[in-house]
């Protein structure tokens, strides 16, 4: 399968920006799975901003999803939560059309009974609202918080750690408020698609990136603790044949839950440190 991906991104100002787009793309799609990422060239990429340039970003999404179809691809990416030419790319073309602002409002809403969203500024906040009144989801929306940030200082981010450690507190500090006003799911709308790969990159660490040596270690512990909880319950059963399944002070069904819990996280790990391999190393795919 051949997908385009239409980020909104200038592609002489996206250095930082489509490499860890890449990575994030590159660490979700399936084998024999081909994502071309493309930015845009003719116009300013503005058009979250500002409606009279939006017109431009329309244009050339638009050529781009015409150019798209005829060579080949299975399905145009709209990978910008404006949402820019969605309906029109629709009109025209006989391959599927998503975006990501739809497609994301949608999961949310598999994801929980509400949600809500961070917007990188005050200035993009109303196009959030009307994409989910839009897509009639404006009443599981239960609001936006907006970022005091701008597209600029999300590309700073990318490469100054203590302006990422403050683009973080204050992305934190927004989901908290849109906890309390009872979002049960939330995502950052970056517009100008510096946001996500932003706070992805950050969002790391032990428990977080996938480690094939922490996961075997995980995955070990998990069979000998299921283990021995199954010998426990064979002893505990020849002893005390009436507490069975909810005796004790913890039950041992609780314990063999827990342990596989501990056996699905080990794997986690473990499979997808694997699979980031075998696509870093297209020598270790099989076929």
């Given at each position: ?109 598999q ?42 200082a ?40 510096f ?16 480690r ?23 002893i ?41 391999s ?10």
């Amino acid at each position: 399968m051949k997908l385009w991906y239409q980020s909104l991104a200038r592609e002489s100002d996206a250095i930082h920006y489509h490499p860890l787009l890449r990575k994030a793309i590159d660490s979700c799609v399936d084998s024999g799975t081909k994502v071309d990422i493309h930015g845009v060239v003719a116009s300013a990429g503005m058009g979250v901003f500002y409606r009279i340039l939006r017109h431009y970003d329309l244009q050339e999404v638009i050529r781009n999803a015409i150019r798209a179809e005829k060579e080949g691809y299975d399905a145009f990416l709209i990978g910008n939560f404006s949402d820019t030419g969605v309906d029109e790319a629709r009109e025209l073309l006989n391959i599927p059309v998503l975006g990501i602002c739809e497609n994301s409002m949608h999961l949310a809403c598999q994801m929980g009974a509400s949600f809500g969203v961070v917007p990188v500024s005050q200035k993009q906040t109303p196009g959030k609202i009307e994409n989910a009144r839009r897509y009639g989801l404006e009443r599981q929306m239960v609001g936006a918080e907006p970022l005091d940030s701008s597209p600029a200082a999300l590309k700073q981010a990318m490469v100054d750690r203590s302006l990422k450690e403050q683009v973080m507190a204050e992305f934190t500090a927004c989901a908290k408020r849109l906890l309390q006003r009872g979002a049960e799911f939330m995502f950052a709308t970056s517009d100008y698609d510096f946001g996500g790969p932003a706070i992805r990159e950050a969002v790391t660490g032990l428990f977080v990136e996938p480690r094939r040596v922490f996961g075997r270690g995980v995955l070990y512990f998990g069979y000998v603790y299921l283990a021995g909880m199954v010998l426990r319950y064979v002893i505990r059963m020849s002893l005390y044949p009436e507490e069975r399944w909810f005796g004790g002070t913890i039950p041992i069904f609780f314990h063999w839950v827990l342990a596989a819990f501990v056996i699905l996280f080990g794997r986690f790990h473990r499979c997808r440190s694997e699979d980031s391999s075998r696509k870093a190393d297209p020598s270790l795919r099989s076929g």
